[in-house]
């Protein structure tokens, strides 16, 4: 009988948990959702599946490594310690330890976890994103004349829409400074402010590391919220399931685009991808103006991979089993050099 490949599942936890920990009692909930759904897909694809959950002890990743030496690792983890920020600082280690592992490079993570980073080298490669500032904390706030208003204030590094309400979008001076303020001192982070693109929100996956595939294109409908309100995906249009009831906010196929624009979105997100050095699996965050010009939003690597986020509906739309996305994706794993 053929050997089974010895993959290693790893993903950050919000308490400790000992390496030989089963994780039976969290797989039940839903916040592990994720972490169940490629638990369960690995073990059905036939591999030997360990689990380990890092919150702040790094060294059970070196003796999980040292002692049962698995040939690939699968990397889930989105914080360490709970901090957004240190994301890439886990995927660094795995570029060190040399085992193949899932998901882009730390390079690639470092950049498009600063939503100021990644927008600057979009820029560079004349690809469309807002226009933007960023305000450090520790520094004097000010306003930016050559932005236009209306603005959206956000988290430099946050993800999730963590931080992200209707009050977000701001229409004046004082609005945005007091945003600004907001952010530094009630998440304790930089902020970024980017002219606010009003349109329709499409989110688009993509899949590969040389050759790259991009899949049939998800929408955010915003339902009942006012149109002059901010349209946007707000934390609680995303999370709070009674929200989206209330307003009617679904996240379906995206429904019929102008003539061209498929193409054109295609394109771009595929040259985006490349001008970021995106590996193996990734989600843009994409706007589309009723003028038609393509605004890249958002470019997330290691995006959610459970059975119903947008990348694993995607790839099912184009006839590939959520499986077969996680073989695809260890496949991709094993074949990058390292
Ligand atoms: N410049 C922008 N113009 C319009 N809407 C925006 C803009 N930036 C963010 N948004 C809205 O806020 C949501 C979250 O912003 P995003 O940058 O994707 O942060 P997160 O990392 O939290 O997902 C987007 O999905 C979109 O609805
Ligand atoms: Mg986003």
């Known amino acids: 009988m053929k050997k089974k490949l010895k993959v290693l599942l790893v993903f950050d936890t919000p308490y400790h948990t000992p390496r030989d920990y089963n ?15 490629v638990y369960s897909a690995l073990l059905e694809n036939g591999y030997e599946v360990t689990l380990l959950g890092l919150y702040n002890d790094i ?17 889930l983890t989105e914080v360490f310690k709970q901090k957004t920020y240190l994301e890439k600082n886990i995927a660094w280690i795995l570029e060190i330890l040399g085992i193949p592992y899932t998901g882009t490079t730390p390079a690639s993570l470092l950049i ?14 004349k690809i469309r994103v ?9 520094r004097k706030v000010k306003f930016i004349r050559k932005l236009r208003l209306p ?42 402010a980017e002219e606010y693109i009003d349109g329709r929100e499409l989110y688009v996956s993509v899949l590969g590391n040389k050759r790259i595939k991009v899949f049939p294109f998800r929408e955010m409908k915003f339902g009942k919220i006012p149109e002059d309100e901010p349209r946007i995906a707000t934390y609680k249009a995303k999370w709070d399931y009674k929200y989206r009831e209330r307003w009617e906010i679904k996240n379906v ?3 019929r685009l102008p003539l061209g624009l498929d193409k054109k979105i295609v394109e771009i997100c595929k040259r985006a991808y490349r001008a970021l050095n995106m590996q193996c699996y990734a989600r843009f965050d994409i706007r589309v103006t009723p003028k038609g010009e393509v605004y890249i939003i958002e470019a997330n690597a290691n995006p959610c991979l459970g059975r119903s986020d947008e990348l694993a509906q995607s790839v099912e739309k184009s006839g590939i089993s959520y499986n077969k996305l996680i073989q695809k994706i260890i496949n991709l794993a094993l074949r990058r050099p390292v």
């Open 253 to 255: 196929f995206a429904g």
């Open 59 to 75: 060294s059970l990743l070196f003796e999980e490594v040292k002692e049962n030496r698995p040939e690939v690792i699968f990397n």
């Open 151 to 192: 603005l959206i204030v956000k988290p430099l590094y946050e993800e999730a829409s963590r931080g992200i309400s209707q009050a977000s979008v701001v229409d004046s001076e004082e609005g945005l400074i007091e945003r600004v303020k907001f952010i530094h001192i009630h998440l304790n982070m930089d902020a970024i």
């Open 23 to 37: 994780f039976e009692k969290e797989f039940k909930e839903l916040d592990w959702v994720t972490e169940k759904d």
């Open 112 to 125: 498009c976890n600063n939503k100021a980073l990644t927008k600057k080298i979009l820029t560079f490669h």
């Open 130 to 138: 807002p226009n933007f500032y960023t305000f450090y904390k520790h």
